[in-house]
């Protein structure tokens, strides 16, 4: 396992990473609190260091977990978690994925940061992010004073936002990292689902020339071929890295899921199109490159030096060992790079209707 230091920070986390959520709330299989950590504990014997909660998963649960997996090894491992929705009034209100009610006033972040601390039993929290905030967060200064004070009282150490909780949330992104500029955020991204999560890059390579710009105003980005340093300090968590299951290539036309896995809901047509993009990818898979796609897939993302690590959604031992494996395999070369660029600008050669997004998408310019 590789890592790297999150850039403006003491913390070195693993490239690979391990994301609670699919262990801790049933969307992804069932699991029992042993099998959980023992999950976790094997992600740590493999050289993971940095696991990622939050307080609404499970209501508690992956924080709990964390503490369970990691008796005494506080100093060895980063902890990442996320505050934001209340359910400690609205927890039995959710329904599957459905979201619940949000607060982030000053008052209830530091009453959901001291309970994120009492459940994970320690004193301070490496990463903690702000879970799926909109325009009005990004402009709230209270929030962001908030966080500060927490870290200068040590409860914290770095802080951020993760966008969410579906993939969208372009000018959210933008906006943060361009005022805010946080330590850390949390997106979605992945070789197949590049838009925004592209956007969202560039912007940490350099500040728009007015505020409420667009994303013209930004520099050209080129995953992974970036020459210039990035300007502004924020440094991403990268989850659904493998298109929900579609870049570990396990998948075929016949492929059905258990009415309880979040993928049930999507349409045939989201197999079926994935099927076909994935099959463009054979070249990143051959026997030279002694990779498989989902370790080609982490690989990709970690050809972006603005990348700190990866949260591939971990749900069996098998898998686990595999993504693993990716941090120290056969980086991505630049043509390889290019190329999976060039298939992304034809989307992968599949006629489809464009994606849905809930977050602001578009604007017009200030300025101009």
């Given at each position: ?356 997004y809930k977050g602001t998408m578009e604007r017009e310019a200030v300025g101009k």
């Amino acid at each position: 396992m590789k890592y790297r230091t999150i850039r403006k920070t003491n913390l070195k986390v693993s490239e690979v990473g391990f994301g609670l959520w699919t262990v801790s709330t049933g969307w992804w299989g069932t699991f029992t609190d042993d099998q959980a950590v023992a999950m976790m504990q094997k992600a740590f014997d493999l050289g993971v260091t940095l696991y990622d909660a939050a307080d609404t998963y499970g209501n508690g649960r992956s924080e709990e977990l964390l503490a369970k997996a990691f008796p005494g090894r506080r100093d060895e491992i980063v902890i990442a978690t996320k505050v934001g929705y209340d359910f400690y009034n609205h927890g039995g209100e959710r329904k599957g994925q459905r979201e619940i009610a949000q607060d982030f006033s000053p008052k209830f972040l530091r009453f959901a940061v001291e309970q994120a601390l009492k459940r994970l039993k320690t004193d301070r929290i490496d990463i903690l992010q702000l879970h799926n905030i909109h325009s009005k967060q990004v402009e709230d200064d209270a929030i962001w004073s908030t966080l500060a004070d927490l870290e200068k009282e040590g409860k914290v150490l770095s802080s951020g936002a993760a966008l969410g909780p579906a993939i969208g949330w372009l000018y959210e992104g933008v906006d943060c990292i361009q005022r805010r500029n946080p330590i850390i955020l949390q997106h979605i991204y992945n070789a197949l689902e590049q838009f925004p999560g592209n956007h969202l890059h560039a912007a940490t390579y350099a500040r728009m020339p007015r505020a409420g710009g667009t994303v013209e105003d930004l520099p050209e980005f080129r995953h992974g071929q970036m020459e210039i340093e990035p300007q502004l300090d924020t440094s991403f968590l990268i989850r659904v890295t493998h298109s929900s299951g579609m870049l570990e290539g396990k998948y075929t036309e016949d492929t059905v899921f258990p009415p309880e896995d979040h993928r049930s809901h999507r349409p045939k047509s989201w197999l079926i199109n994935g099927l076909k993009k994935i099959k463009t990818l054979d070249f990143l898979t051959t026997a030279a490159t002694g990779r498989t796609l989902g370790q080609a897939a982490i690989q990709w993302l970690l050809a972006e030096k603005t990348v700190a690590s990866c949260l591939p959604n971990i749900y069996n031992e098998e898998q686990l060992v595999e993504f693993c494996k990716a941090s120290d395999g056969k980086p991505l070369t630049q043509e390889e790079l290019q190329a999976v660029a060039d298939l992304y600008a034809s989307n992968f050669g599949v006629a489809e209707e464009p994606g849905k997004y809930k977050g602001t998408m578009e604007r017009e310019a200030v300025g101009k």
